[in-house]
């Protein structure tokens, strides 16, 4: 399972993060990625100057933002689907 953690922090909210949340949901669900993708809300993650933050399996994303939340999607979350992951905890 691979797991996409978003901050909804108070410096990320207001960049933007929910946003984010909805982006990825709807192209989770539009690919059929329910039972591949765990997607999950965080508070701070301290890295509040380098645009909303989040992870994928840990690895920090920076620079994350609404306008390319659906690039990041297909940039860095699809690649690492082929891998298989250990399941996700809620």
Excluded: W
């Excluded at 946003?19 to 508070?43: G, N, R, Y």
């Excluded at 690492?80 to 992951?85: I, Q, Y």
Aim: aromatic residues 6%.
């Amino acid at each position: 399972m691979t797991e996409v953690v978003v901050c909804v922090g108070s410096s990320c909210h207001i960049k933007g993060s929910y946003q984010v949340i909805a982006t990825f949901k709807e192209l989770i669900k539009e690919h059929h990625l329910e039972e591949q993708v765990c997607l999950k809300a965080s508070f701070c993650m301290e890295r509040c100057m380098s645009g909303i933050s989040m992870t994928i399996n840990g690895q920090p994303i920076q620079g994350v933002g609404f306008a390319n939340s659906a690039d990041i999607f297909y940039t860095r979350l699809l690649p690492m689907l082929s891998v298989p992951e250990e399941g996700c905890t809620r």
